[in-house]
């Protein structure tokens, strides 16, 4: 089992910027490809980024290419979004995930099946 538990989110106007962790517990090899979603009301879950933690390979989704970015910390078992120029259509539930799968494959990462979430961390971004 793995147990992800986020931090980070809270409110900040447009244009400025928050980072979100991760810290995940549990054995590394569930963790072999971690990423950030995000789920606004109304709308559906959308891939933010996603990180293959044993070869360091990112992959983002267009709405975020250029202002956000994932990154890790092995060593303290982290995973962050660095999230800039923030915009109010970015305001949403963030979620990390975690799963098991090698070099994070493409269909893992466009159906989003990750098998272990976090609560989410509420990111709110005002105008």
């Known amino acids: 089992q793995v147990q992800l538990v986020e931090s980070g989110g809270g409110s900040v106007q447009a244009g400025g910027s928050l980072r979100l962790s991760c810290a995940a517990s549990?054995?590394?090899?569930?963790?072999?490809?971690m990423g950030w979603f995000r789920q606004a009301p109304g709308k559906e879950r959308e891939g933010v980024a996603v990180?293959?933690?044993?070869?360091?390979?990112?992959y983002y989704g267009d709405s975020v290419k250029g202002r956000f970015t994932i990154s890790q910390d092995n060593a303290k078992n982290l995973v962050y979004l660095q999230m800039n120029s923030l915009k109010p259509e970015d305001t949403a539930m963030y979620y990390c995930?975690?799963?098991?799968?090698?070099?994070?494959?493409?269909?893992?990462?466009?159906?989003?099946?990750?098998?272990?979430w976090g609560q989410g961390t509420q990111v709110t971004v005002s105008a």
């Open positions: 990180i293959d933690t044993g070869g360091g390979s990112t």
């Open positions: 549990g054995p590394t090899y569930n963790t072999n490809c």
């Open positions: 995930a975690a799963d098991p799968s090698l070099r994070c494959p493409p269909e893992l990462v466009v159906a989003g099946s990750f098998g272990y």
